[in-house]
Each structure stands twice: as structure tokens, then as C-alpha cells.
């Protein structure tokens, strides 16, 4: 097939993913999905190799292959069954995000699999919005190894009904869970209608030219590195339980048009949840070099190929359980791509961004209203990105590993005891330079009844590097005002309680500038 036809049949896949994501945040319950679109669709043929994705959240998206694969490896798929997974250790990311596969059989043979994750505002464990600063993965919440929700089509109700019973607010799993099988079915129904339309084996040459396609891609982008090896180490602030840093160490070969990414030097395991598992490392660094091919190329397993990635087991970057993992996914995998960036600014230091914010900002907040059903609230706060080699970076916006949006404050104070007081830019926060990285955001939560809340933050010590003789931008401040007037800076991973009238202030870092400032 030639180059249009290929772009075609990679946007009409691509649109079916997207449609998923569409049917999913209207049918959901809770604002982080609904509002905040914290999930991300795909669609895999029938050896579980990606086939397409929407554009929603990339670090579910670039460890969701490794979820098929696990699933495929262990259950032979019927038609109208439906796998559930959240387990880390055993195909998921960190607990919050659920993920669903269904196949899609046509005349009783399996051609494809459509796939979504979801983060779901809490599945149990003792922190409300299970994102506390545990020591073990089973403090998180809830683990869920390859399941069958469905068994040809019959809900697996005595599964349900035991992890309903360990969540705090059942009606919403349920609700939003219901929405991600919906979204499977949609994608599933579309899928039969261009197999009807164009063939199984038209569309199945098609995908083949796909991935091939996205390979060449990938092979020419990293051929377009210079051949050499290129070192560089950040640093996550801490794990909560200590005020040593963590080292993050990258090593990326290029030789040719074929890449090594060798993230095994990086410090052991810790006991605070700052681990990531395998894939989400795997995730991070597709991403990073997925960013060097620029807009509009087929986004599939064939863009993987070129790339080897070395981990080491027990390591912060592929633990090994039982080690809490909540802040991995959307911390630790930020780390990754600025570490891996600072490699390549080496090699094409006119093509690679100063740092960004290098954090998701986590916030997660429970109380019991006055019926006793335990409301839980979760979202992440945008921040600065790092100062472009043309141009100033973006202020108060979601970078790299996250792509989500803000929660409006009209549909957080309508359904959370809570008003937000401040919501707005972080002026100077951003790292100047020739081009002047962004600023971070400023979001301030007034609390109008007593309740839970978990930090999971970084960038609270340490700086987004600047690039080139940029400046470093400012690092975030977590700030707690009580009723009473008294302040208190509060550590970027921390729990606590407060009450009615109590003030939480978060200020997000901004990114690092680029070049040397002009008098």
C-alpha cells in the first residue's frame, strides 16, 4: 500500500479508539474521568500487537502492550469474555488504573482486541483515593490480577461484589466501570463494520504495512542521531520516609538506526511508592523517542521495534513485589523522560526541550458525608514546560507522561464539601533564558468539611534543569494554612488530616529555560 492509504486506514483505526474514549467520559461517573479524561483506549490484532491508540494518556498507553501480552500469556480468549487487571506485578501499572480487554471475533474467528485503563478515583487500601505514601503494595489498595469480569458475556458477580466491598464508594467503581465495558463493546462494533467493508484480509495486509511503516519511521528518526553513547542522571527529591535523593541513571546507544536505552543503573528499590514496574519504564522511553518523530505517524508496535531497553530487577525503575508502586506510574515516570531528554540533548541539543515540571502534582482528598458513603476526590495539577530551541514553553499545562485535563471548579465544588480559592498562573516561576521556560500553577483548596489527604508531589527540592545556560525553574511549594492563621510547608510526599476552614496552597514548578539570557 503507498503512503496515503496507509495514513487512511491509521486514522480510521484511530478513530475508533477515540470513539472509545468518547463513549467512556460520557457514560462515567467520576469527575477524573469524566472531567479530567484520565484514561486512555487502543485496539491490538489478534497476536496482541498495538494496532492503534487514541491520543489520551501516554504513559497508560506505551505499558498497555505489555498488559495484552501478560493477559494473552495466561487466558484463552472466548467470545464476549472480558478481563479485568490493576496488579503491577502481573500486567497493570500501579493500583488506581484498571484496565478491560474483550476480544472482537468475527464468524467465530478472534481478529482483534480492544483494550481501556482508567484511573478510578479509589480502590481501597488505607489512604482515601489509594494514593498514600505507603511501604507495601497491599496498603494501596486493591490488586487485581488478569480476572474474568465477563465469561462469555455473564458478569463474574461473586468478583464484583468482593472488590466493591473493599472500595470506598461502590456505586462510582461500578458506574465507571460499567462506562470502560461500554467503550470495549463501541470500539468492537466499529471494528466489525470495516471488516465488513473492506475485508479481513485487506485490513490485515494493511496492518502489517502499518507497522512496517511506523517502523521505518522509527529507524530513520533514530538514524538521524548521532552514532555515540550518552550519559545523564536526575534526581527524584526523595521517598518520603528520608531526605536522601534518587538517582535515576540513563545511558541511550545509538548505533546507526538502532537504539539502546540502558536504565539499569539507577538506585535499588525504596521502600516509599516512588517504585515503577517495567513497563511504565518501557512506557517512558517509547515515549521519549516517539516525541523526536513529530506530529501525525502511525502510533504502533512497529514504532517499538527499534528500540532495546535494559532494566534491572529490584531496581527503582523494575521492582520487584511486594513494593508500593502508586507514585511510579505518574512521578517516577516523569524522572525518566527528563533523564532520557538530558541524554539527548547531548546528541541533538537544537532538537531536545529544557525540563518541564517533572511532576503530576498528585492530590488526593476523602471525607464521609452525612449519609456515610465515603466520598473520594483525585486529580493531578499541571505545571511549566521547559523552554523550546525556538520558543518560550507553555504555561499551566500537563507535560509529558500525563495529558489530562483540569477538573472545572464548577463540578468540583458541586459535588465536593470544598471551594478553590486560587486557581491561576505561578508568575515567575519559569526558568529564564533566550526563551524563557513556563510557568507553573497555583491552585488553592478551602476545605468546608474535615477530611483525609495524600501528597504525592516531587520537584519540591530539586529544579527542571535548564538547557544550554537556561535557568532551572522553580521548584514547587506545598503550603498547609490552617483555620487558625498557622502555616505549615508541608513535604512533596505526605498524609495528613484537616478541618473545616483549613487552606491547602499548591505551587507547581515551571520548566527550565533554554539558551543564554540576552542583555
Given at each position: 500500500?503507498?503512503?496515503?492509504e496507509?495514513?487512511?486506514?491509521?486514522?480510521?483505526?484511530?478513530?475508533i479508539?477515540?470513539?472509545m474514549?468518547?463513549?467512556?467520559?460520557?457514560?462515567?461517573?467520576?469527575?477524573?474521568?469524566?472531567?479530567r479524561?484520565?484514561?486512555?483506549?487502543?485496539?491490538?490484532d489478534n497476536?496482541?500487537?498495538?494496532?492503534?491508540?487514541?491520543a489520551?494518556?501516554?504513559?497508560?498507553?506505551?505499558?498497555?502492550p505489555?498488559t495484552?501480552?501478560?493477559?494473552?500469556?495466561?487466558?484463552d480468549?472466548?467470545?464476549?469474555?472480558?478481563?479485568?487487571?490493576?496488579?503491577?506485578?502481573?500486567?497493570?501499572?500501579?493500583?488506581?488504573?484498571?484496565?478491560?480487554?474483550?476480544?472482537?471475533f468475527?464468524?467465530?474467528?478472534?481478529?482483534?482486541?480492544?483494550?481501556?485503563?482508567?484511573?478510578?478515583?479509589?480502590?481501597?487500601?488505607i489512604?482515601?483515593?489509594?494514593?498514600?505514601?505507603?511501604?507495601?503494595i497491599?496498603?494501596?489498595?486493591?490488586?487485581?490480577?488478569?480476572?474474568?469480569?465477563?465469561k462469555?458475556?455473564?458478569?463474574?458477580?461473586?468478583?464484583?461484589?468482593?472488590?466493591l466491598?473493599?472500595?470506598?464508594?461502590?456505586?462510582?467503581?461500578?458506574?465507571?466501570?460499567?462506562?470502560?465495558s461500554?467503550?470495549?463493546?463501541?470500539?468492537g462494533?466499529?471494528?466489525?463494520?470495516?471488516?465488513?467493508?473492506?475485508?479481513k484480509?485487506?485490513?490485515f495486509?494493511?496492518?502489517?504495512?502499518?507497522?512496517?511503516?511506523?517502523?521505518t519511521?522509527?529507524?530513520?528518526?533514530?538514524?538521524?542521531?548521532?552514532?555515540?553513547?550518552?550519559?545523564?542522571?536526575?534526581?527524584?527529591d526523595n521517598?518520603?520516609?528520608?531526605?536522601d535523593?534518587?538517582?535515576?541513571?540513563?545511558?541511550?546507544?545509538?548505533?546507526?538506526?538502532?537504539?539502546?536505552v540502558?536504565?539499569?543503573?539507577?538506585?535499588?528499590?525504596?521502600?516509599?511508592?516512588?517504585?515503577?514496574?517495567?513497563?511504565?519504564?518501557?512506557?517512558?522511553?517509547?515515549?521519549?523517542?516517539?516525541?523526536?518523530?513529530g506530529?501525525?505517524?502511525?502510533?504502533?508496535?512497529?514504532?517499538?521495534?527499534?528500540?532495546?531497553?535494559?532494566?534491572?530487577?529490584?531496581?527503582?525503575?523494575?521492582?520487584?513485589?511486594?513494593?508500593?508502586?502508586a507514585?511510579?506510574?505518574?512521578?517516577?515516570?516523569?524522572?525518566?523522560?527528563?533523564?532520557?531528554?538530558?541524554?539527548?540533548?547531548?546528541?541533538i541539543?537544537?532538537?531536545?526541550?529544557?525540563?518541564?515540571?517533572?511532576?503530576?502534582?498528585?492530590?488526593?482528598?476523602?471525607?464521609?458525608?452525612?449519609?456515610?458513603?465515603?466520598?473520594?476526590?483525585?486529580?493531578?495539577i499541571?505545571?511549566?514546560?521547559?523552554?523550546?530551541?525556538?520558543?518560550?514553553?507553555?504555561?499551566?499545562i500537563?507535560?509529558?507522561?500525563?495529558?489530562?485535563?483540569?477538573?472545572?471548579?464548577?463540578?468540583?465544588?458541586?459535588?465536593?464539601?470544598?471551594?478553590?480559592?486560587?486557581?491561576?498562573?505561578?508568575?515567575e516561576?519559569?526558568?529564564?533564558?533566550?526563551?524563557?521556560?513556563?510557568?507553573?500553577?497555583?491552585?488553592?483548596?478551602?476545605?468546608?468539611?474535615?477530611?483525609?489527604?495524600?501528597?504525592?508531589?516531587?520537584?519540591?527540592?530539586?529544579?527542571?534543569?535548564?538547557?544550554?545556560?537556561?535557568?532551572?525553574?522553580?521548584?514547587?511549594?506545598?503550603?498547609?494554612?490552617?483555620?487558625?492563621?498557622?502555616?505549615?510547608?508541608?513535604?512533596?510526599?505526605?498524609?495528613?488530616?484537616?478541618?473545616?476552614?483549613?487552606?491547602?496552597?499548591?505551587?507547581?514548578p515551571?520548566?527550565?529555560?533554554?539558551?543564554?539570557?540576552?542583555?
Open positions: 500500500m503507498n503512503v496515503i496507509v495514513q487512511i486506514f491509521n486514522k480510521i483505526f484511530s478513530s479508539a477515540e470513539e474514549g468518547i463513549v467512556l467520559s460520557r457514560a462515567a461517573f467520576s469527575s477524573n474521568i469524566k472531567e479524561k484520565d484514561f486512555s483506549c487502543a485496539i491490538f497476536q496482541g500487537e498495538l494496532v492503534a491508540q487514541a489520551h494518556i501516554p504513559v497508560h498507553l506505551g505499558a498497555m505489555e495484552v501480552k501478560y493477559c494473552l500469556q495466561i487466558h480468549f472466548k467470545e464476549l469474555d472480558e478481563i479485568i487487571v490493576n496488579d503491577p506485578f502481573h500486567g497493570g501499572s500501579h493500583l488506581p488504573d484498571i484496565t478491560l480487554i474483550k476480544p472482537v468475527w464468524h467465530s474467528e478472534l481478529l482483534f482486541y480492544t483494550a481501556t485503563r482508567a484511573h478510578h478515583a479509589d480502590v481501597g487500601g489512604s482515601p483515593g489509594s494514593m498514600g505514601n505507603c511501604t507495601c497491599d496498603d494501596e489498595g486493591v490488586r487485581i490480577p488478569p480476572t474474568l469480569l465477563k462469555q458475556g455473564q458478569t463474574n458477580q461473586q468478583f464484583l461484589d468482593h472488590f466491598q473493599q472500595v470506598r464508594n461502590p456505586l462510582e467503581r461500578t458506574a465507571d466501570l460499567k462506562a470502560q461500554a467503550s470495549l463493546d463501541r470500539g462494533l466499529r471494528l466489525m463494520e470495516i471488516v465488513e467493508k473492506y475485508g484480509a485487506l485490513l495486509i494493511t496492518i502489517k504495512d502499518l507497522k512496517q511503516y511506523s517502523e519511521l522509527m529507524l530513520q528518526t533514530i538514524k538521524n542521531i548521532p552514532d555515540g553513547e550518552y550519559h545523564f542522571s536526575d534526581f527524584l521517598d518520603g520516609t528520608s531526605t535523593p534518587l538517582e535515576l541513571k540513563g545511558i541511550i546507544s545509538i548505533t546507526g538506526d538502532k537504539a539502546c540502558d536504565l539499569s543503573g539507577s538506585c535499588d528499590q525504596v521502600r516509599a511508592p516512588l517504585n515503577s514496574v517495567r513497563p511504565v519504564a518501557i512506557s517512558a522511553t517509547i515515549y521519549a523517542f516517539q516525541c523526536l518523530m506530529e501525525g505517524f502511525p502510533i504502533n508496535h512497529g514504532s517499538y521495534r527499534p528500540i532495546s531497553i535494559i532494566t534491572r530487577s529490584g531496581s527503582i525503575l523494575d521492582a520487584r513485589e511486594p513494593a508500593p508502586v507514585a511510579g506510574n505518574v512521578e517516577t515516570s516523569q524522572r525518566i523522560v527528563d533523564v532520557l531528554f538530558g541524554c539527548l540533548a547531548q546528541a541539543p537544537q532538537t531536545i526541550p529544557a525540563a518541564s515540571c517533572g511532576t503530576m502534582n498528585n492530590v488526593s482528598i476523602g471525607w464521609q458525608n452525612d449519609n456515610g458513603i465515603e466520598l473520594t476526590y483525585y486529580e493531578t499541571g505545571g511549566g514546560m521547559g523552554a523550546r530551541p525556538t520558543m518560550d514553553g507553555l504555561s499551566g500537563q507535560t509529558h507522561m500525563t495529558n489530562t485535563l483540569n477538573t472545572p471548579i464548577e463540578d468540583l465544588e458541586h459535588d465536593y464539601p470544598m471551594r478553590i480559592e486560587v486557581y491561576g498562573i505561578r508568575s516561576s519559569g526558568g529564564k533564558g533566550k526563551y524563557n521556560g513556563g510557568n507553573g500553577i497555583i491552585r488553592s483548596y478551602r476545605f468546608l468539611q474535615n477530611a483525609s489527604v495524600s501528597l504525592l508531589t516531587d520537584r519540591r527540592v530539586g529544579q527542571p534543569y535548564g538547557l544550554h545556560g537556561g535557568q532551572n525553574g522553580k521548584s514547587g511549594l506545598n503550603i498547609l494554612i490552617r483555620y487558625d492563621g498557622t502555616e505549615e510547608i508541608l513535604p512533596g510526599k505526605s498524609s495528613f488530616t484537616v478541618q473545616v476552614g483549613d487552606l491547602l496552597r499548591i505551587e507547581t515551571g520548566g527550565g529555560g533554554f539558551g543564554q539570557a540576552e542583555n
